[in-house]
């Protein structure tokens, strides 16, 4: 079988679109995502709604799925302390995403555990242990091993980061780093997911790099005419990297 593994869009409606023509190019059966459908993106409610409307989907919350669920002043003081335009952006998004639409979102689920031709998968947004917890690239395996005290799935999907990764523990376990659809931070400005293909109880990875209409995009993100908003264009636009 083969899966599409996305995560997230964060309003990316032409990132998503190109991502599921190539995923249904290379015949993907299931698609799984794993959130942060819709925050400081171009268009967050057509997102919602255009993975809202595909039930054979396997969708679990983000983060920032979370925060526009539970949407409150203090919670938008506490990212403004952090990320300004994050802020802005949230307090923007809140206007324009529709009580179903935000509904939607406060009904995910945080995590899935599915069997997929004998192996056992396990889906997260940032970490196992908590939905903002970063695995990235080039940490001490012993530190990932940490986060999946009391797993015992094969193969944990992850996100958050906006940067792929994979690793593998002394335990056997396979940990993938899906990167980003909607706006990728790994210095490569195209949309970026996973396909799994998995066989009588194995599974191999490969990650896709996909080119889409980045100019159409940025265009959507300024005309929201927020504070801050051109530099998430800007963000959509150039290569950027994730200061950790």
Not at 47 to 54: A, G, L, T
Not at 60 to 67: A, E, F, P, S, Y
Not at 100 to 115: A, H, T
Not at 167 to 188: A, D, E, F, I, L
Request: hydrophobic content about 40%; glycine content about 6%; charged content about 25%.
């Amino acid at each position: 079988m083969r899966v599409a593994v996305l995560s997230d869009i964060h309003g990316n409606v032409q990132a998503l679109t190109s991502v599921v023509k190539d995923l249904e190019a290379n015949k993907c059966e299931r698609v799984f995502c794993l959130g942060d459908l819709a925050m400081a993106g171009p268009q967050p409610d057509v997102v919602i709604d255009y993975v809202r409307n595909r039930p054979d989907w396997v969708v679990i919350q983000g983060n920032t799925d979370k925060l526009i669920a539970d949407y409150s002043i203090d919670i938008l003081e506490n990212v403004r302390c952090d990320a300004p335009v994050m802020a802005s952006a949230l307090a923007n998004d809140i206007k324009i995403i529709n009580k179903d639409e935000k509904n939607y979102l406060k009904n995910l689920p945080v995590s899935r555990e599915l069997d997929v031709c004998g192996v056992k998968v396990l889906l997260v947004h940032g970490s196992p242990r908590r939905n903002n917890e970063d695995i990235l690239p080039g940490m001490p395996v012993e530190v990932v091993e940490e986060m999946l005290e009391g797993v015992d799935a094969h193969l944990i999907f992850c996100g958050h980061t906006h940067i792929p990764a994979g690793y593998q523990t002394t335990k056997k376990q396979t940990v993938v780093n899906t990167g980003s659809v909607g706006r990728p931070m790994n210095g490569n400005t195209k949309a970026c997911y996973v396909i799994a293909d998995f066989d009588n109880e194995t599974f191999s990875i490969e990650h896709r790099f996909v080119e889409y209409d980045k100019i159409t995009a940025a265009k959507i993100m300024v005309s929201r005419n927020f504070p801050g908003c051109e530099k998430i264009a800007s963000m959509i636009l150039h290569q950027s990297e994730r200061h950790i």
